[in-house]
Nanobody
Framework: VQLQASGGGLVQPGGFLSVSCVVS????????MGWHRQAPGKQRELVAT???????NYADAVKGRFTISRDNAKNTVTLHMNLLRLEDTAVYFC????????????????WGQGTLVTVSS
């Protein structure tokens, strides 16, 4: 199982950017998917999650500005980021809880490689 993130880049404060992540490989199903971020000198923190049933969860810092969505047919999760702030600058990591054929009773969390989002004027 592999997660490949894409879409990071440089954006001005107040701007908009989307990052996406696709899950590939051989697996049975995908449960909760999400995004975390890690700013320079800080710990990794939760940004948003979405369950396979569509239940959403957001960090307080991004509520009202970020939207997470998923396409179950394409095994992708996308984070739409609006009204970006300087403090949103970070490496964004996607993750997914994946049930594999190797051990169907024990889903594991897999992580993408991270994509850099820089908010700067």
């Amino acid at each position: 199982v592999q997660l490949q993130a894409s879409g990071g880049g440089l954006v001005q404060p107040g701007g908009f950017l989307s990052v996406s992540c696709v899950v590939s490989g051989r697996f049975i199903s995908i449960g909760v998917m999400g995004w975390h971020r890690q700013a320079p000198g800080k710990q990794r923190e939760l940004v948003a999650t979405i369950t396979d049933g569509g239940r959403l969860n957001y960090a307080d810092a991004v509520k009202g500005r970020f939207t997470i969505s998923r396409d179950n047919a394409k095994n992708t999760v996308t984070l739409h980021m609006n009204l970006l702030r300087l403090e949103d600058t970070a490496v964004y990591f996607c993750n997914a809880l994946v049930r594999t054929w190797d051990d169907p009773a024990r889903p594991l969390t897999y992580w993408g490689q991270g994509t850099l989002v820089t908010v700067s004027s």
